[in-house]
T-cell receptor, first 109, second 113 residues
């Protein structure tokens, strides 16, 4: 079957760095997405990786290893507004997104 | 404003009732996706339409149905509502012919009492 695993909840301190991991098993693979979702709001696109390696975009970076079925989202210089859920989603061979349950990130002052 | 419009934003109804949620996709997008998100849960894919036709089906209950109209707007019909149907319902759209870069609407919060 198809499966996405990511931690349920993580806590970090303002100004610090946090890494949110995601492992995936899908029928075929056409890329990995990360979305941010604040409570009660719509998910917003953060990143898309299809090749191995690290993609950096400001304070956020996303990494992919296709051979390991693994990705992470790295958030630097954490701000209180980064408190949100982070959703990992893999694109399968039918170009359907398979979603993880999300990681709730709590930022403490 | 993402360009994807969902109405209504909030809906409160009683068990056993039927409701219709509406979604207008972003201009130029042919594909519409419906998702359900219960409190503190992940996104559950319900159904996808592309240019008026059903393209993919997820965990959609038989009490739920959807359609996409010629003007590309979509409606999700929920009937015989139960307390457990209380959730955020999101619509998302994309071109449908490229890698999905979903754009989500702001959602409809359904409360069944």
């Amino acid at each position: 079957g198809q499966n996405i695993d990511q931690p349920t909840e993580m806590t970090a301190t303002e100004g610090a760095i946090v890494q949110i991991n995601c492992t995936y098993q899908t029928s075929g693979f056409n890329g990995l997405f990360w979305y941010q979702q604040h409570a009660g709001e719509a998910p917003t696109f953060l990143s898309y990786n299809v090749l191995d390696g690290l993609e950096e975009k400001g304070r956020f970076s996303s990494f992919l290893s296709r051979s390991k079925g693994y990705s992470y989202l790295l958030l630097k210089e954490l701000q209180m507004k980064d408190s949100a859920s982070y959703l990992c989603a893999a694109l399968d061979s039918n170009y359907q997104l398979i979603w993880g349950a999300g990681t709730k990130l709590i930022i403490k002052p | 404003d993402s360009g994807v419009t969902q109405t209504p934003k909030h809906l409160i109804t009683a068990t056993g009732q039927r409701v219709t949620l509406r979604c207008s996709p972003r201009s130029g997008d042919l594909s519409v996706y419906w998702y359900q998100q219960s409190l503190d849960q992940g996104l559950q894919f319900l159904i996808q339409y592309y240019n008026g036709e059903e393209r993919a089906k997820g965990n959609i209950l038989e009490r739920f149905s959807a359609q996409q109209f010629p003007d590309l707007h979509s409606e999700l019909n929920l009937s015989s509502l139960e307390l457990g149907d209380s959730a955020l319902y999101f619509c998302a759209s994309d071109r449908g012919t490229e890698l999905p870069g979903y754009t989500f609407g702001s959602g409809t919060r359904l409360t069944v009492v």
